[in-house]
């Protein structure tokens, strides 16, 4: 049996070895590796044509980019809107508030472990949305974006910083706090992106006061430029109640030969002493469950593993994969009165490619991009810095296990700001045909220097 197992893997290995010469010479490239997430190796070739590029777009983008193999490339390369979805960062930043009704069932929950269960899976559901290939615009700096009309929930998000990007968000209802400073840290590697989120997350329960903080798993791009484009996110994620010092750590299988393991997330929720108390276990595309465990992390006798998160019904057949959620992030029905005019939904090349028009996209993107590098020779003329409106930057600095983050804490401005135009008698219909973006600190600033 050894014998024959030695044989089996030495062939994958082989096999791999070959796929990886075949995808080599059909291309012409070095060092480029296709990697089907159904892992099988016997149409290399074929997978290796798939994906939204044509083959003359993949050579013209390869010859682009491969200068920047090995770098991190969050702000220093223009990318073609072919790429791209019509939605910000800041909007993906919203998708997390999907599933925020698993937040009440935290905060009004007696038991600290089942806490754990309900908001770590919270944490988790926003995968789902993470999974859509599409890339997501890079906020203009001093952009926003504001819901409501959602669970009770006032969300703002600005974009604090623009080298480096940090964007920053502060949600809230009558159950819970959410505050979080993101930042993201890339490596180019050819015809994949690895992803680290330099973030730092805070969530508190209202009821019983309680605060949780997060460390999530990095993420992979596979397949970036040669075959169809996928996500996988191997790693731990670690939630930790600051307040008593219980956990939830969850591993995030990475996708082995023939998709095993792909989407699968197993974990456990500890006490302050390090001993299991509950197992989570499920896909993150699909649902999560939890069971009791004994010290030995084995189900409790007379238990049975229960639901506590399934993923919501998507449209068919939706272009970018939009759940329905993601179309009321970008729908104005989850608009408050008075909308800022920074906000993404006003954004010229977002609801241009939204509308189908890639080329208007493109141009409507390079006239916002010239517009924030113009306010920047204005503020630099006028020896001024950039100042967020609805966040400080604060003197804290945090260490995650990718780097150092400058951290930004939500003013309390916004509020102040939606009570007056929450207030007011008058209604002001905003949409993007009738109201001009303006992110801008020194006023609409020129499209040319």
Same mark, same amino acid.
């Given at each position: 049996?050894?014998?024959?197992?030695?044989?089996?893997?030495?062939?994958?290995?082989?096999?791999?070895?070959?796929?990886?010469?075949?995808?080599?010479?059909?291309?012409?490239?070095?060092?480029?590796?296709?990697?089907?997430?159904?892992?099988?190796?016997?149409?290399?070739?074929?997978?290796?044509?798939?994906?939204?590029?044509?083959?003359?777009?993949?050579?013209?983008?390869?010859?682009?980019?491969?200068?920047?193999?090995?770098?991190?490339?969050?702000?220093?390369?223009?990318?073609?809107?072919?790429?791209?979805?019509?939605?910000?960062?800041?909007?993906?930043?919203?998708?997390?508030?999907?599933?925020?009704?698993?937040?009440?069932?935290?905060?009004?929950?007696?038991?600290?472990?089942?806490?754990?269960?309900?908001?770590?899976?919270?944490?988790?559901?926003? =995968?789902?949305?993470?999974?859509?290939?599409?890339?997501?615009?890079?906020?203009?700096?001093?952009?926003?974006?504001?819901?409501?009309?959602?669970?009770?929930?006032?969300?703002?998000?600005?974009?604090?910083?623009?080298?480096?990007?940090?964007?920053?968000?502060?949600?809230?209802?009558?159950?819970?706090?959410?505050?979080?400073?993101?930042?993201?840290?890339?490596?180019?590697?050819?015809?994949?992106?690895?992803?680290?989120?330099?973030?730092?997350?805070?969530?508190?329960?209202?009821?019983?006061?309680?605060?949780?903080?997060?460390?999530?798993?990095?993420?992979?791009?596979?397949?970036?430029?040669?075959?169809?484009?996928?996500?996988?996110?191997?790693?731990?994620?670690?939630?930790?109640?600051?307040?008593?010092?219980?956990?939830?750590?969850?591993?995030?299988?990475?996708?082995?030969?023939?998709?095993?393991?792909?989407?699968?997330?197993?974990?456990?929720?500890?006490?302050?002493?390090?001993?299991?108390?509950?197992?989570?276990?499920?896909?993150?595309?699909?649902?999560?469950? =939890?069971?009791?465990?004994?010290?030995?992390?084995?189900?409790?006798?007379?238990?049975?593993?229960?639901?506590?998160?399934?993923?919501?019904?998507?449209?068919?057949?939706?272009?970018?994969?939009?759940?329905?959620?993601?179309?009321?992030?970008?729908?104005?029905?989850?608009?408050?009165?008075?909308?800022?005019?920074?906000?993404?939904?006003?954004?010229?090349?977002?609801?241009?490619?939204?509308?189908?028009?890639?080329?208007?996209?493109?141009?409507?993107?390079?006239?916002?991009?010239?517009?924030?590098?113009?306010?920047?020779?204005?503020?630099?003329?006028?020896?001024?810095?950039?100042?967020?409106?609805?966040?400080?930057?604060?003197?804290?600095?945090?260490?995650?296990?990718?780097?150092?983050?400058?951290?930004?804490? =939500?003013?309390?401005?916004?509020?102040?700001?939606?009570?007056?135009?929450?207030?007011?008698?008058?209604?002001?219909?905003?949409?993007?045909?009738?109201?001009?973006?303006?992110?801008?600190?020194?006023?609409?600033?020129?499209?040319?220097?």
């Amino acid at each position: 049996m050894a014998q024959n197992q030695g044989g089996f893997f030495s062939s994958i290995a082989s096999s791999f070895s070959s796929f990886k010469n075949q995808v080599n010479g059909l291309l012409g490239y070095e060092g480029l590796e296709v990697i089907n997430p159904e892992g099988g190796t016997e149409d290399a070739e074929v997978e290796a044509q798939r994906g939204r590029w044509k083959q003359e777009e993949r050579d013209s983008y390869w010859r682009s980019m491969q200068k920047y193999v090995g770098a991190d490339i969050t702000s220093m390369v223009t990318l073609p809107v072919l790429i791209f979805e019509p939605m910000t960062m800041l909007q993906k930043m919203a998708e997390l508030m999907e599933y925020s009704h698993l937040l009440e069932l935290a905060d009004e929950c007696e038991d600290p472990y089942m806490r754990l269960v309900y908001t770590a899976s919270w944490f988790i559901s926003v =995968y789902y949305a993470l999974q859509r290939t599409w890339k997501p615009f890079n906020p203009i700096l001093g952009e926003t974006y504001e819901m409501v009309n959602h669970c009770g929930i006032t969300f703002i998000a600005e974009q604090v910083s623009h080298h480096p990007p940090i964007s920053a968000a502060h949600a809230e209802n009558e159950h819970f706090v959410y505050d979080i400073t993101s930042k993201v840290k890339t490596k180019f590697l050819g015809n994949s992106l690895d992803v680290y989120p330099l973030g730092r997350t805070r969530l508190k329960l209202k009821k019983s006061g309680v605060i949780l903080d997060l460390v999530p798993p990095p993420t992979k791009v596979n397949n970036l430029i040669f075959g169809r484009t996928w996500i996988d996110s191997p790693g731990e994620m670690i939630l930790t109640n600051l307040t008593t010092g219980d956990k939830a750590v969850l591993y995030f299988q990475p996708c082995g030969w023939f998709g095993a393991g792909r989407y699968e997330v197993d974990g456990y929720v500890y006490n302050s002493d390090e001993e299991p108390k509950i197992l989570i276990t499920g896909k993150w595309n699909e649902a999560m469950s =939890y069971q009791p465990c004994d010290l030995e992390g084995e189900p409790l006798p007379n238990t049975e593993l229960k639901e506590v998160w399934r993923v919501a019904e998507s449209p068919a057949d939706d272009k970018f994969q939009y759940t329905h959620f993601a179309h009321k992030v970008n729908s104005f029905t989850t608009a408050p009165k008075k909308l800022l005019p920074s906000d993404s939904r006003l954004r010229t090349d977002r609801y241009a490619l939204e509308m189908g028009d890639l080329s208007k996209a493109g141009s409507e993107k390079s006239v916002l991009e010239e517009k924030q590098r113009a306010e920047k020779r204005i503020r630099e003329s006028k020896g001024q810095e950039f100042v967020p409106k609805w966040f400080d930057q604060t003197d804290q600095i945090t260490t995650t296990p990718w780097g150092e983050l400058e951290i930004y804490e =939500y003013n309390g401005k916004y509020a102040e700001h939606r009570a007056a135009a929450d207030s007011s008698a008058s209604v002001e219909e905003v949409n993007v045909g009738t109201t001009e973006f303006n992110p801008w600190q020194f006023g609409n600033v020129a499209e040319t220097s």
